[in-house]
């Protein structure tokens, strides 16, 4: 399976930063397998750059995957936002992109109740994210290639 990443620079040797942003899948590696995504992502920086990897998942590592957006994901993302780490290697699912974050926030909040968020809970573009969390899930990741996106 291709996988991609959108940044400023290839990334031949994907690695796990500490980070000061709790995001919504806790630490890690963010990738996806939508191009078109990661090619938005890339958009962001003055170079766009997207790199290209082959993910092959070994059977030893331990895998979360939101197939849509349920009660469980939504309580996965407000723990991961703040702060609370997870044991997984490999976390997959929608993104809260900045306007779902937004209503993720009220609700954490208090400001909307579950009814509320589901409700406003709607994408402009359908997104994917894959979260690398450990450096075992980073070895099923192989270096393809990686290019400048177009602006």
Known sequence: ??????????????????????????????????????????????????????????????????????????DFIVNCRSGKPHGYDIVTGAMANDQ?????????????TREQFWVLAKFKHQTQQMVFCSSRSLACLKFVESYVVEL
């Not at 090619?39 to 998942?57: G, L």
Request: net charge negative.
């Open 1 to 74: 399976m291709r996988i991609y990443y959108g940044g400023y620079a290839p990334i031949e040797a994907p690695e796990i930063r500490p980070s000061r942003n709790h995001k919504d899948f806790g630490q890690g590696f963010y990738c996806t397998d939508f191009k078109a995504q990661a090619e938005r992502w890339a958009k962001r920086f003055e170079t766009p750059v997207v790199s290209v990897f082959e993910y092959a998942k070994p059977a030893d590592t331990n895998v979360l995957n939101f197939k849509t957006m349920t009660e469980e994901w939504l």
């Open 100 to 112: 779902v974050w937004n209503y993720v926030a009220d609700f954490i909040d208090g400001g909307l």
